[in-house]
């Protein structure tokens, strides 16, 4: 009998990998990765794969980490519209962005959104903003968010029911003297009455400041103070070299949830920052400053005295 031979194994075929153009990705992985790149510039920080991965599971979308790595190298090109629809809301995009949109910040993209606007004036602001630098337009946003601020006090104003809203409870805790506020209020040539008036906010409200029997409310004041036309810090004392941040936001006349909301926080994720708890970033501290009127340099200082105050380790913010 002959020996037999032993089969010869035949080499496992190569697994296909498709292999990307990096240098020209497809459509999708393009845009996505240009939606990548605005979030790290507007939060200064990476958002890598996995990061973003839990981000789309908490909002009930579950991909995995490989897969998404492989839509932004191009070689998945087709996610499902669940995908692409929680990748837009997690982006603040329409979700027609990823299908027939141009890509974020090229011209077209700019002319397609201006396109979309009714008001004139919006079309001629985006395609204007659209040639600025980044800090023009960090200080076009400061300026927008200052607008809206004033344009809801005014509101405010021209509402008496609404003149003082229970949600905006932020009182001045120190710095306030019954006594100066008194004498500024004489030296101004108002009344009690006169200034309830001009201000909108109740003659028993002012008169218990003027008195020393109740402390005002931050947005209160600020009203009265631009009655008086005299600065925040005329009334409130407060030394430059030992204001936190509380502080420098009082001398603007600005409560919690105001600020927060031209930062895209939470207004308790902003009270954390403002006590010290979490780390302030330099972007937030550029933004504090100018709605403040101050440096990023005096908004860190401040910051650093209440994390002194607080005694604890502060945490990294989120967003």
Same mark, same amino acid.
């Given at each position: 009998?002959?020996?037999?031979?032993?089969?010869?194994?035949?080499?496992?075929?190569?697994?296909?990998?498709?292999?990307?153009? @990096?240098?020209?990705?497809?459509?999708?992985?393009?845009?996505?990765?240009?939606?990548?790149?605005?979030?790290?510039?507007?939060?200064?920080?990476?958002?890598?794969?996995?990061?973003?991965?839990?981000?789309?599971?908490?909002?009930?979308?579950?991909?995995?980490?490989?897969?998404?790595?492989?839509? @932004?190298?191009?070689?998945?090109?087709?996610?499902?519209?669940?995908?692409?629809?929680?990748?837009?809301?997690?982006?603040?995009?329409? &979700?027609?962005?990823?299908?027939?949109?141009?890509?974020?910040?090229?011209?077209?993209?700019?002319?397609?959104?201006?396109?979309?606007?009714?008001?004139?004036?919006?079309?001629?602001?985006?395609?204007?903003?659209?040639?600025?630098?980044? &800090?023009?337009?960090?200080?076009?946003?400061?300026?927008?968010?200052?607008?809206?601020?004033?344009?809801?006090?005014?509101?405010?104003?021209?509402?008496?029911?609404?003149?003082?809203?229970?949600?905006?409870?932020?009182?001045?805790?120190?710095?306030?003297?019954?006594?100066?506020?008194?004498?500024?209020?004489?030296?101004?040539?108002?009344?009690?009455?006169?200034?309830?008036?001009?201000?909108?906010?109740?003659?028993?409200?002012?008169?218990?400041?003027?008195?020393?029997?109740?402390?005002?409310?931050?947005?209160?004041?600020? @009203?009265?103070?631009?009655?008086?036309?005299?600065?925040?810090?005329?009334?409130?004392?407060?030394?430059?070299?030992?204001?936190?941040?509380?502080?420098?936001?009082?001398?603007?006349?600005?409560?919690?949830?105001?600020?927060?909301?031209?930062?895209?926080?939470?207004?308790?994720?902003?009270?954390?920052?403002?006590?010290?708890?979490?780390?302030?970033?330099?972007?937030?501290?550029?933004?504090?400053?100018?709605?403040?009127?101050?440096?990023?340099?005096?908004?860190?200082?401040?910051?650093?005295?209440?994390?002194?105050?607080?005694?604890?380790?502060?945490?990294?913010?989120?967003?």
């Amino acid at each position: 009998m002959g020996l037999l031979k032993e089969p010869t194994m035949q080499p496992a075929p190569e697994r296909y990998e498709p292999t990307p153009n @990096r240098a020209s990705p497809g459509g999708f992985a393009a845009k996505l990765n240009a939606l990548i790149d605005r979030w790290q510039q507007q939060h200064t920080k990476t958002l890598s794969n996995e990061q973003l991965r839990r981000e789309l599971d908490r909002r009930g979308c579950r991909i995995s980490s490989p897969y998404l790595s492989q839509l @932004r190298r191009g070689i998945r090109t087709e996610p499902s519209a669940k995908v692409i629809a929680t990748l837009a809301t997690f982006f603040e995009v329409e &979700d027609d962005y990823f299908t027939e949109g141009p890509e974020l910040g090229s011209s077209h993209w700019n002319e397609t959104l201006a396109a979309k606007l009714s008001d004139t004036a919006l079309r001629r602001l985006v395609r204007t903003s659209a040639a600025l630098s980044s &800090d023009a337009i960090k200080r076009l946003s400061t300026l927008a968010a200052l607008l809206q601020i004033s344009e809801a006090a005014s509101d405010s104003q021209q509402r008496p029911h609404d003149r003082e809203v229970s949600a905006m409870n932020g009182h001045i805790l120190r710095g306030f003297d019954a006594a100066r506020f008194d004498a500024i209020r004489r030296r101004e040539g108002f009344s009690i009455a006169e200034l309830a008036r001009h201000s909108g906010v109740g003659a028993t409200t002012i008169y218990g400041w003027c008195t020393g029997g109740s402390r005002p409310q931050v947005h209160l004041l600020h @009203r009265v103070a631009v009655a008086l036309e005299v600065r925040m810090d005329e009334i409130l004392d407060f030394p430059a070299h030992t204001r936190t941040l509380a502080e420098f936001r009082w001398l603007a006349g600005l409560i919690q949830s105001q600020v927060a909301w031209t930062l895209g926080m939470r207004t308790d994720a902003f009270a954390q920052i403002e006590r010290g708890k979490t780390r302030l970033s330099d972007e937030r501290a550029e933004h504090l400053a100018g709605l403040y009127e101050t440096t990023a340099a005096e908004i860190h200082a401040a910051w650093a005295r209440s994390e002194r105050s607080t005694g604890n380790s502060p945490s990294r913010a989120s967003g």
